[in-house]
């Protein structure tokens, strides 16, 4: 499957966004999906994950109560709702697919990316 994540741009803190990432060449449902993010200078980090059937979704503590993560596979997009942001979650943010089954947060686990998306924030 390919994937393509857009919806990244500038944004004052407290502000929102939605990044969406779009699936192609296969139905994106068959997979376990999540949002990476990499900041300059750091390692590439989960920020939140959502099982192949969208019954469980799961968050790093950056994230939580923040980012809403969700799909739609009659679209085979996958959404990210980020709220609140601080200028800390400025990065490139990341979708990606795995098949393993109930999702996980190893970005090693995970067969396919996107091409990432800028996201900033400023103070």
């Known amino acids: 499957v390919q994937l393509q994540a857009f919806g990244g741009g500038l944004v004052q803190a407290g502000g929102s966004l939605r990044l969406s990432c779009a699936g192609s060449?296969?139905?994106?449902?068959?997979?376990?999906v999540a949002w990476f993010r990499q900041a300059p200078g750091k390692e590439r980090e989960f920020v939140a994950g959502?099982?192949?059937?969208?019954?469980?979704?799961y968050y790093a503590d950056s994230a939580k109560g923040r980012f809403t993560i969700s799909r739609d596979n009659a679209k085979n997009t996958v959404y990210l709702q980020m709220n609140s942001l601080k200028p800390e979650d400025t990065a490139v943010y990341y979708c990606?697919?795995?098949?393993?089954?109930?999702?996980?947060?190893?970005?090693?686990?995970?067969?396919?990316w996107g091409q990432g998306t800028l996201v900033t924030v400023s103070s």
């Open positions: 990606a697919a795995t098949t393993v089954l109930g999702g996980t947060t190893n970005r090693y686990q995970y067969n396919y």
């Open positions: 060449g296969r139905t994106l449902g068959r997979y376990s």
């Open positions: 959502m099982d192949w059937s969208a019954s469980s979704s």
